[in-house]
């Protein structure tokens, strides 16, 4: 059983001998040969077994483009959560910075009125 690449049409790299299917636990695409049909294969992404479809040709190209969907868009998937890990990453990191700021902004208004009130001392006491 071969694993077909998520991308690309999986209906036009198999010849009209194979079957193109899913996994029914991981969804990932495969391609075996028509021999297979019927028969419970282990699936080589997640391990467990998977039962090779016995329907017609155009069912068995319906489900191939299905597949090649489903794993696309758990390509998808995968991706748009990495870049929104990526993306919060910064937003926390920004966070801290601007909290930093908020602390030496409050540090430098204590500091003017303290430095205020003792000019007012000293300008009021002459």
């Given at each position: ?24 636990h ?16 282990e ?7 998977t039962?090779?479809p ?10 191939a ?38 602390l ?23």
């Amino acid at each position: 059983m071969q694993p077909s690449s998520g991308a690309s049409a999986p209906a036009a790299q198999s010849t009209s001998n194979d079957i193109v299917f899913a996994c029914s636990h991981c969804a990932t695409s495969f391609v075996v040969d028509a021999a297979a049909a019927g028969l419970a294969l282990e699936c080589q992404s997640c391990g467990k077994p998977t039962r090779v479809p016995t329907q017609s040709a155009a069912v068995i190209e319906a489900n191939a483009a299905n597949a090649a969907r489903v794993s696309d868009l758990q390509h998808q998937l995968k991706e748009n959560a990495s870049q929104r890990t990526e993306i919060t990453g910064y937003i926390n990191q920004l966070s801290i910075q601007l909290h930093r700021w908020q602390l030496r902004l409050k540090e430098l208004n204590e500091r003017k009125a303290k430095l205020d009130a003792e000019l007012g001392t000293i300008t009021g006491a002459k």
